[in-house]
């Protein structure tokens, strides 16, 4: 028995060499750290698919000179000391050239300090905190826009249309809320000339908001703009519309205000409100509508603009190694650093400017839940529908 | 005071109160448990957790309501808690051990590989159960015109507390009136003294695992509607729980209440005038309070009361 057993083994053993040296001919593996489980699996899924729909794309038009991508995932939860020792173990012992993915900032932020010391570039797709682009980091590349500018578009709806003379910030107390909410609370008095009467944070999985809308309704400002991940932006919307606070418009910054999901669970609630987004289905770069009706075919729901983000990565990808002389990740980042290129996503251009490094600065949309969809209403030469303003009280609706 | 602030004062005390109903149903749970058995059952929000899920499943595949699912889950829960005390705590209190308090330990692998299987089973999506009702109202000034603040109380947390207040009645009665319930009282306060008494004391111990976890399952399904899941969620209810058990102090129910009340209330209020961010901060400093202060928690202070007079 048992020696039947080492024989099984070392067949397979060899066996499983074969198979990997079969493998490492003619595919080129590439491992992506997300979050698949915890608090943040809603955002890994929807990467997931992407990227997968991306490769499959790819390879069905030959891959990356004629190599296939081998796409794996591996799950970090959404902790930094997770993502770090995946990433690790990804340049160390797989010696994989390039890093693309993580979600969170905290998760990006653990990642690019691994890929900087270990000079391996790393691609940014969905982490918007400002620090990470503005370490002088030389190999970590961002292709989303940074949290100082996601609300860029919503600022400037704001100013042009709501004229707000104040406003309160509501965030998540984490890396990508902290900072949103000092980006807001910055263009508020810079550009708008707004009072920011309540800057409040609260606790990642609270249960009741009551209190802290109790302070909006104190406060009672022209404009609540909020920063979170999923659960809370829905808690947030239900309990407002439920304790009838009233505000011209409720906001959000991206993320939880920007997924299907923000409609499926706060209902109702969710209505009229706008939010700043980085892509949506609507937009007419090349290979965005298609994307996005195929998403839909295949999981039911348009995706939203992490997914989008990431589907564009592997075509950034796929044009760096293109263009690199070897695939060293020396010479990879040398070919990220000259890409200019067009995707479904955007412009992806990295450059250094305003302090950011390899930083890519694409315009900015702001999005309205209408009868229960997204429509993008901001930049108006890119409006899918027409915004609604001013916004009918709680009281108004039925 | 303007009447913003005392809108804002009234309506923090009554989300504060709402709240604090139903952190004493899941501490009472783990009261009842820690009362008979001496032990604190740390696998009690992963227990909360399957009832949610069971509650989750009902609704998402024949439509039930949350509410209604209480009466499949909390009898549910009852079997596991029967079996999880009889085919794994009750052999480990047989063994003897390096450590003494091996069986708190085994709750906490019980916890794990809970939350564990229901992240294979479920994935670590965040589910809801979007019923109709989850934004719906009264407000006062629908039953009075000329109010000069406007309160509300939400609907299905008015029903979840409604439904906890039942529920805690029911335990009453039960713990109170009948043979079963003195039964569990006496293996609570002298378990060799009930066990001469005729008192079957290994089968009110399984009971009594059972009726606390079937306690912290109703809970789970009145939560849910007004909360989402994930198999992580249970942490921060046994905290919960944990924290209320002491501040009730240690197996008495009518503490576990008020300690339920109090820590919801001071929650809410801390959220309001301190900081939302704040509010788990505000929650371990009563813990640590009640610690220093009133080690015997609030069945202490009752019990002096009642010696004064």
């Not at chain 1, 939880?256 to 892509?279: C, H």
């Not at chain 1, 992806?348 to 309205?368: C, E, H, R, V, W």
Request: glycine residues 8%; aromatic residues 12%.
């Amino acid at each position: 028995m048992k020696k039947g057993f080492s024989v099984l083994l070392v067949l397979s053993l060899v066996a499983g060499f074969f198979v990997g040296l079969a493998h490492a001919a003619n595919t080129f593996d590439l491992t992506i750290p997300l979050p698949l489980t915890g608090k943040q699996a809603k955002f890994g899924e929807i990467m997931k698919r992407s990227y997968e729909m991306a490769a499959e794309e790819i390879n069905a038009k030959g891959g990356i000179k004629g190599k296939k991508i081998a796409l794996s995932f591996e799950d970090s939860s959404g902790k930094p000391e997770t993502a770090r020792a995946i990433v690790e173990k990804l340049i160390d012992v797989k010696k994989q050239p390039i890093i693309v993915g993580e979600y969170t900032s905290a998760c990006a932020k653990a990642v690019a300090a691994v890929a900087e010391e270990r000079k391996t570039p790393y691609l940014i797709v969905a982490s918007a905190d400002d620090d990470i682009t503005t370490q002088n980091y030389k190999y970590v590349f961002r292709q989303n826009a940074v949290n100082a500018h996601y609300a860029d578009a919503l600022v400037s709806f704001l100013k042009d249309v709501v004229k707000p003379k104040t406003i309160a910030i509501l965030y998540e107390s984490s890396a990508f809320g902290t900072s949103g909410a000092a980006a807001m609370e910055q263009d508020a008095q810079k550009k708008l000339g707004a009072k920011v009467v309540l800057k409040e944070k609260f606790e990642t999985g609270a249960i009741d908001f009551r209190p802290l809308l109790g302070k909006v309704r104190e406060a009672q400002p022209d404009v609540v703009y909020t920063v979170s991940y999923a659960n809370e932006a829905q808690l947030l919307m239900k309990q407002a519309k439920e304790l009838r606070v009233e505000a011209k418009l409720y906001a959000g910054g991206a993320a939880g205000f920007a997924i299907p999901e923000f409609i499926d669970g706060a209902k109702d609630a969710a209505e009229y409100v706008v939010s700043a987004t980085l892509w949506t289905p609507q937009l007419k770069y090349p290979g965005a509508k298609e994307y996005a009706e195929r998403y839909k075919t295949k999981y039911g729901d348009y995706p939203s603009y992490h997914g989008a983000s990431a589907y564009a990565a592997l075509f950034v990808v796929k044009h760096a190694l293109e263009h690199a002389k070897s695939w060293t990740p020396d010479h990879i980042r040398a070919a990220l650093k000259a890409t200019d290129i067009m995707t479904s996503f955007g412009p992806i251009k990295f450059s250094d400017k305003d302090g950011y490094q390899n930083q890519n600065f694409m315009p900015t949309l702001a999005i309205q839940v209408i009868h229960q969809q997204f429509q993008t209403i901001w930049p108006e030469k890119l409006s899918s529908a027409h915004y609604v303003y001013p916004v009918p009280g709680w009281r108004e609706r039925k | 005071m303007t009447s913003v602030q005392t809108e804002v004062l009234l309506q923090t005390l009554i989300s504060g109160f709402l709240l604090g109903g139903l952190y004493a149903l899941i501490g009472l749970g783990m009261t009842i448990i820690m009362g008979v058995m001496k032990i604190i059952n740390l696998a009690h929000g992963e227990l909360m957790m399957v009832a949610m899920y069971i509650a989750y499943v009902l609704f998402a595949q024949f439509h039930i309501d949350p509410y209604l699912s209480v009466f499949i889950a909390a009898p549910a829960l009852f079997l596991l808690g029967m079996a999880i005390q009889k085919f794994l705590v009750d052999p480990v209190l047989k063994v003897d051990s390096i450590l003494p308090e091996n069986q708190v330990i085994l709750t906490v692998g019980i916890g794990m590989v809970l939350a564990n299987l229901a992240t294979i089973i479920f994935t670590s999506d965040y589910r809801q159960t979007p019923v109709d009702y989850s934004t719906k109202a009264w407000y006062l000034s629908d039953f009075w015109k000329h109010a000069p603040i406007e309160l509300s109380l939400s609907y299905p947390w008015s029903v979840s507390f409604v439904m906890a207040v039942i529920i805690t009645v029911c335990l009453w009665f039960f713990l109170a009136k009948t043979d079963m319930g003195k039964s569990i009282r006496a293996t609570a306060q002298d378990q060799d003294a009930a066990l001469m008494m005729g008192v079957n004391v290994g089968r009110m111990r399984a009971i009594t695992f059972g009726l606390g976890s079937s306690l912290v399952g109703a809970a789970g399904c009145l939560f849910i509607p007004i909360y989402y899941i994930y198999p992580d969620i249970g942490g921060q209810f046994t905290l919960i729980a944990f924290v209320i058990t002491i501040l009730g102090g240690l197996g008495s129910t009518v503490g576990a209440i008020i300690g339920g009340l109090i820590l919801g209330i001071f929650e809410s209020l801390t959220a309001t005038y301190v900081g939302m961010g704040w509010a788990s901060v505000g929650r371990f400093v009563i813990f640590v309070a009640a610690l220093v202060f009133f080690p015997g928690g609030v069945a202490s202070l009752l019990k002096t009361r009642k010696l004064g007079k």
